[in-house]
């Protein structure tokens, strides 16, 4: 089976001003994403994550290199297994939760019928339902990112991509949106998430890009990449806190069982502050 999306040598580059200056903003990645993985892009404002995803999308053609999109290139079919919320939508204020979930479900070329049935569904797992005939400009920034991602699936697409899905929310908001990626995770959907939320990223991705400067600065499974040479955590079970202090080998000989040993880890934050300070 083929990637869900394989990135082959990606460049894309503009031109400004009256000479046709140009800026590399992405500058030849080479990526893939397998079926049924929420794969994490990370990388500082302007690294080119926002350029990536348009390509992807179609938004954008690339400079050079390659895209495909479940082993082919872009077409209109592909498109429609694809789902997408961009960082900051905007959406109209007037229409009802349910108008506006049924508005894209339409335009994904519904019928009436099954874009209503479609749209609850969609609202339901976005835990939108009960405020499904409440205006959109009521909504808390939550809610709207939540419609966001109702729209975003209401046409059950195989691949979303989300960029920003956190962007702006509290806390219990940023939380409640790592348990609706996860429950797209166990639908079998592919999620890319785009995200400057480190702890995001760690509870969801088994594997991440990291992009720097257009080019990818560190890529791998997130276990690999953060774990730290020649250091183990261990961790003990005990009510006694002076057999915390000891050495492993002490703590057993006074019958503390062990948990835990594996080798020690640094977080995500540091290791992304490292890797684009490192590829400067």
Not at 206 to 216: D, E, P, Q
Not at 235 to 248: G, N, V
Request: aromatic share 6%; charged share 25%.
């Amino acid at each position: 089976m083929p990637p869900v999306i394989e990135i082959k040598n990606l460049k894309k580059h503009y031109r400004y001003g009256i000479r046709g200056m140009a800026v590399q903003a992405v500058d030849g990645i080479s990526m893939s994403v397998d079926e049924g993985e929420v794969f994490g892009m990370l990388g500082p404002n302007g690294a080119g994550k926002s350029t990536t995803i348009k390509i992807i999308l179609g938004l954008l053609r690339q400079s050079s290199g390659e895209c495909l999109i479940f082993g082919e290139k872009l077409s209109r079919d592909s498109r429609r297994l694809m789902g997408y919320l961009p960082e900051s939508p905007y959406f109209y204020k007037f229409l009802s939760g349910f108008e506006l979930v049924k508005f894209y479900a339409r335009l994904c070329g519904m019928g009436e019928k099954e874009a209503k049935t479609a749209t609850m569904k969609a609202l339901n797992l976005v835990g939108l339902g009960d405020a499904a005939n409440r205006q959109v400009g009521l909504y808390s920034k939550g809610m709207v990112q939540r419609a966001g991602i109702a729209q975003a699936v209401v046409h059950n697409p195989r691949l979303v991509i989300l960029d920003e899905p956190a962007s702006g929310l509290d806390p219990i908001g940023a939380a409640d949106m790592v348990d609706i990626i996860a429950r797209l995770k166990r639908e079998g959907k592919t999620v890319l998430l785009c995200s400057h939320m480190m702890s995001e990223v760690e509870k969801l991705c088994t594997r991440a890009a990291i992009l720097n400067r257009g080019k990818i600065a560190a890529m791998g499974m997130l276990d690999e990449m953060l774990a730290q040479k020649d250091a183990t955590d261990m961790e003990f079970e005990t009510d006694d806190a002076e057999k915390l202090a000891q050495i492993r080998d002490f703590a057993a000989s006074r019958g503390v069982s062990t948990l835990k040993t594996e080798r020690a880890k640094i977080s995500l934050d540091e290791f992304f502050r490292k890797t684009v300070e490192k590829s400067k």
